[in-house]
């Protein structure tokens, strides 16, 4: 049986070395919207706990790239790293959630509304952050849950 989600917000992820995007949900986990895409440079943590902390934000879930067969890729790492670091900074927690297609998805979505890969360079990486949200609140609601935080 599903669990019912607690009252709260979540801010979801989408790590990317130029850019990152952020989405969140609205206090009951109904509605999740993009919020914003950061620079990765030296002022990404502080940022990042800024919205989480104006937010009161109940867990973040960041995406982690993973390859179609289930191995981790290179690039999990540079995630996990970042998502220490994050760690450090905050009390809240942070799942890594499977983000394989997400950003592919999100052109996809893009594309379908008429928006081409130049002029949605600055929204692409929100709608990745919505879709690992979205990925993130299905687990929570399922019997699966969201596994262990770091």
Known sequence: MASQLRRGRRVGIDYGDV????????????????????????????????IVEEN?????????????????????????EFANSLKDKLKVEIY???????SKSAGEQLREVGIGSKEGRGIIDQIAA???LNQALQLESSDKGLGNPL
């Open 19 to 50: 850019r990152v995007g952020v989405a969140i949900t609205d206090l009951e986990a109904i509605l999740v919207s993009p919020l914003c895409t950061l620079k990765n440079d030296e002022q990404l943590i502080s940022n990042l706990v800024k």
């Open 56 to 80: 009161q934000s109940i867990y973040i879930a960041i995406g982690s790239p993973i390859h179609l067969s289930g191995e981790a890729s290179s690039k999990s790492a540079t995630v996990a």
């Open 96 to 102: 890594l959630i499977d983000e394989r297609l997400t």
């Open 130 to 132: 919505v879709n690992i």
